[in-house]
């Protein structure tokens, strides 16, 4: 007791007791106020800045709607989709090629992305656009007979939307095929092993066992992809085609509204592009949502209770 008392004695009077909280002091994040600060004042000089232009904002909202700009949309949306599709197919057949036992079917296809991966766009577009200097007719004779399945002039054939369409798609399928590699090599081999050793045929592996794990690598690659096509399809204006960018500048060349009608342009790609972002999370999302942790999905043994079960796509194969 003496010594407690001691104890309570020698003790400073501000000094919290064993059962007291310390205050609690808020740390100052002076960095980041100062940052804040600098940002939002740069900010607000930029507004500043574009509010004092020669900018007539209150025409945009008629721009969006102008006939040759909504053709122009709807131009750029159906070449980047026909043209992303073409290469998602044509890059997966280049992929499969590439991971083939076939050495001749693997230099084809490593010859196909060297070529097409190391050429610009813009120059494979003009190849394509001017390709009657080379082949002035396409023909395609019917065997046996004196009559053509096709022959027509090269000029009439190879229009800028074809010229577009063929530019872009293989441009973009030579990315493709090794964005489908990698989710192809991504599947740890031992699952295509044990699916083989049920008897499952190559077709069907690939279709069951390997593709739906590999769409979690592809997609995101892809969705991006996607989007630069959108944008890309901008490049197509060179030679003619009515796209977003040159339905602007054909519509600036009458009003001389340039300004104005880049910013409606850029409010349609901003739209496109946002709705790409949707959907490509919500591709995402739904091919993530097999994940599972380690030994539940997505291994070929589940190991469930201490026993092994048969996962999903072993089922009914046999």
Same mark, same amino acid.
Request: hydrophobic share 50%; net charge positive.
């Given at each position: 007791?003496?010594?407690?008392?001691?104890?309570?004695?020698?003790?400073?009077?501000?000094?919290?007791?064993?059962?007291?909280?310390?205050? @609690?002091?808020?740390?100052?994040?002076?960095?980041?106020?100062?940052?804040?600060?600098?940002?939002?004042?740069?900010?607000?000089?930029?507004?500043?800045?574009?509010?004092?232009?020669?900018?007539?904002?209150? +025409?945009?909202?008629?721009?969006?709607? @102008?006939?040759?700009?909504?053709?122009?949309?709807?131009?750029?949306?159906?070449?980047? !989709?026909?043209?992303?599709?073409?290469?998602?197919?044509?890059?997966?057949?280049?992929?499969?090629?590439?991971?083939?036992?076939?050495?001749?079917?693997?230099?084809?296809?490593?010859?196909?992305?060297?070529?097409?991966?190391?050429?610009?766009?813009?120059? @494979?577009?003009?190849?394509?656009?001017?390709?009657?200097?080379?082949?002035?007719?396409?023909?395609?004779?019917?065997?046996?007979?004196?009559?053509?399945?096709?022959?027509?002039?090269?000029?009439?054939?190879?229009?800028?939307?074809?010229?577009?369409?063929?530019?872009?798609?293989?441009?973009?399928?030579?990315?493709?095929?090794?964005?489908?590699?990698?989710?192809?090599?991504?599947?740890?081999?031992?699952?295509?092993?044990?699916?083989?050793?049920?008897?499952?045929?190559?077709?069907?592996?690939? +279709?069951? !066992?390997?593709?739906?794990?590999?769409?979690?690598?592809?997609?995101?690659?892809?969705?991006?992809?996607?989007?630069?096509?959108?944008?890309?399809?901008?490049?197509?204006? !060179?030679?003619?085609?009515?796209?977003?960018?040159?339905?602007?500048?054909?519509?600036?060349?009458?009003?001389?509204?340039?300004?104005?009608?880049?910013?409606? !342009?850029?409010?349609?790609?901003?739209?496109?592009?946002?709705?790409?972002?949707?959907? @490509?999370?919500?591709?995402?999302?739904?091919?993530?949502?097999?994940?599972?942790?380690?030994?539940?999905?997505?291994?070929?043994?589940?190991?469930?209770?201490?026993?092994?079960?048969?996962?999903?796509?072993?089922?009914?194969?046999?």
């Amino acid at each position: 007791m003496a010594e407690r008392a001691g104890a309570a004695l020698t003790r400073p009077v501000d000094a919290p007791g064993d059962g007291d909280l310390l205050p @609690q002091v808020r740390i100052r994040h002076w960095g980041r106020v100062v940052a804040g600060l600098a940002v939002l004042a740069v900010l607000g000089l930029l507004f500043q800045a574009i509010s004092r232009g020669d900018i007539d904002y209150a +025409s945009i909202p008629a721009l969006l709607t @102008q006939d040759v700009i909504l053709e122009g949309l709807v131009d750029t949306i159906v070449l980047a !989709v026909i043209a992303q599709a073409g290469a998602i197919v044509i890059g997966t057949v280049v992929a499969l090629m590439r991971t083939s036992a076939n050495p001749v079917l693997r230099w084809v296809s490593w010859a196909y992305i060297w070529v097409f991966r190391g050429l610009p766009v813009l120059l @494979q577009i003009l190849l394509w656009y001017n390709i009657a200097l080379v082949f002035p007719t396409f023909t395609i004779p019917i065997p046996f007979t004196d009559a053509y399945l096709l022959d027509q002039p090269a000029n009439v054939i190879m229009t800028g939307f074809l010229a577009a369409l063929l530019g872009l798609g293989l441009n973009e399928s030579a990315y493709m095929a090794e964005i489908v590699r990698a989710g192809l090599t991504s599947v740890d081999r031992g699952q295509t092993e044990a699916a083989k050793s049920i008897g499952m045929s190559p077709a069907k592996v690939l +279709s069951r !066992v390997v593709l739906p794990q590999a769409m979690r690598v592809i997609i995101p690659p892809t969705g991006n992809d996607f989007i630069n096509m959108l944008k890309g399809t901008s490049i197509a204006s !060179v030679i003619g085609f009515t796209e977003l960018i040159h339905a602007a500048n054909a519509l600036s060349s009458r009003s001389l509204a340039v300004m104005e009608t880049l910013l409606a !342009v850029a409010v349609w790609y901003m739209v496109v592009v946002s709705v790409a972002n949707v959907g @490509q999370y919500y591709l995402e999302r739904h091919y993530n949502a097999s994940i599972r942790p380690t030994g539940t999905r997505g291994s070929v043994w589940a190991k469930v209770g201490g026993s092994l079960r048969t996962p999903p796509f072993m089922r009914g194969s046999r």
